[in-house]
């Protein structure tokens, strides 16, 4: 689990990445990246079908970034999720994490 300074969990803080980042996205995720802090947020848009979905979906991306031990320190990072996540293994999702890190990396 992230520490809390790492976290984005203001309402403010994600409308403004979100208004004035940059997007990168891939199979049913997008990244907004602006610099900042290092601090990683992860939320999911309403066309999931009830909670239980919206929460699995965002459990196993946080889960394929933690995993990858990818630290961008000077940006701020929002993974958007949608549905289509859902329907996408675990293996997917790693690899649609890695393939936004690197296009922002690449930038």
Do not use: W
């Not at 208004?19 to 891939?26: A, F, H, L």
């Not at 990244?31 to 459990?59: D, Q």
């Not at 958007?80 to 675990?90: C, H």
């Amino acid at each position: 689990m992230l520490p809390r300074e790492k976290r984005l969990s203001k309402s403010k803080d994600i409308k403004n990445i979100l208004k004035n980042g940059k997007r990168v996205s891939m199979n049913g995720m997008s990244l907004y990246v602006l610099e900042g802090r290092g601090r990683i947020g992860f939320i999911t848009t309403r066309g999931f079908k009830n909670a239980v979905c919206r929460n699995r979906a965002r459990r196993r991306v946080r889960g394929a970034f933690e995993s990858e031990k990818i630290s961008l320190d000077n940006y701020d990072l929002l993974f958007v999720i949608r549905p289509e996540v859902s329907d996408l293994d675990f293996s997917e999702i790693q690899e649609t994490v890695r393939g936004l890190i690197s296009d922002v990396k690449n930038r």
